[in-house]
């Protein structure tokens, strides 16, 4: 006869509390990776043409005076023409990221527009952010090498003003209505298909329907002396024109106000207010008459 046998038991394995400890610290480890990401914001690339006084780690981004990245690396680009600057991007700032957003480099400067940059002796340069109009998002950027002298974010009108030549205008030069600043020149460049030096301004919001079809523009540099048959006559700019140079604008005498104008719109830069005006030629018949 077979004894029976008495039932195995199946041995169960359990995870040895030894083991809690590691794989607790592994899963804190993945979780701190994760939140880390997750708190980063995009990366961009910025090329400048020189990085004066910007270092990887320290310097900072900034609009409007809010601190919204840090530069993280610095390199001379491939070609050796430019300076490749890399920017983390704080967290939920995409939305400035735009196609025509600008970055420059904030420091000390001195020109026409006047000072600017003196907190930067202190606190160091600093890298500015103007966010862009465009609905189009963008990771690479080309950094200006001077700040513009109105941000695209400021409303108003940009126009271009056409002149044989330069005279004394330039970015930061004053223009003015009936004896008021009401914009500025930000930038002159010569067109070498036309041989004529432009100019693009900028006119405050609040201008810029005064700004019309037939409104004619004028050189306000220095001081203008006329002798005439009526006498002597003085006219003369404001200070800042009078350094800097500066420009008028008003309606003809006797016109009465067109259409505004949009962006982009191209005008005549006249040498004074009085300056000649386009003559029309008509068609004319001639007559013969025989007197005694």
């Not at 990221?97 to 340069?125: H, K, M």
């Not at 041989?195 to 405050?204: L, T």
């Not at 040498?271 to 030629?281: K, S």
């Amino acid at each position: 006869t077979k004894i029976p046998q008495a039932p195995t038991q199946k041995s169960r394995r359990r995870i040895s509390s030894v083991w809690l400890i590691p794989i607790l610290a592994i899963a804190l480890g993945l979780w701190l990776v994760w939140n880390h990401y997750q708190s980063q914001g995009p990366l961009v690339t910025i090329t400048f043409e020189t990085t004066e006084g910007v270092a990887a780690g320290k310097t900072k981004v900034q609009c409007r005076s809010v601190s919204v990245g840090t530069v993280t690396s610095v390199a001379l680009s491939g070609d050796l023409q430019g300076v490749v600057t890399t920017i983390r991007m704080d967290k939920d700032t995409q939305r400035l990221l735009r196609e025509d957003t600008q970055f420059w480099i904030v420091r000390p400067r001195v020109g026409g527009a006047g000072i600017s940059g003196l907190g930067t002796i202190v606190s160091g340069n600093y890298i500015e952010l103007d966010p862009g109009l465009s609905e189009k998002a963008a990771s690479r950027f080309t950094g200006l090498e001077r700040p513009p002298v109105t941000p695209l974010s400021v409303p108003g009108l940009r126009i271009s003003l056409l002149s044989d030549e330069a005279s004394s205008l330039g970015a930061g030069s004053p223009i003015s209505y009936k004896g008021i600043t009401v914009g500025r020149i930000e930038d002159r460049a010569f067109q070498t298909d036309s041989n004529q030096v432009q100019f693009d301004a900028f006119i405050e919001n609040d201008y810029r329907d005064f700004v019309v079809t037939n409104t004619r523009f004028w050189n306000v540099t220095g001081v203008d002396l006329n002798v005439s048959a009526d006498g002597f006559r003085l006219r003369t700019g404001s200070l800042g024109s009078l350094v800097a140079g500066g420009v008028e604008f008003g309606l003809p005498e006797g016109e009465q106000a067109a259409q505004p104008v949009n962006d982009g719109t191209v005008f005549r830069l006249h040498e004074d207010a009085d300056g000649p005006e386009e003559v029309t030629i008509n068609p004319t018949l001639t007559y013969m008459l025989l007197f005694e």
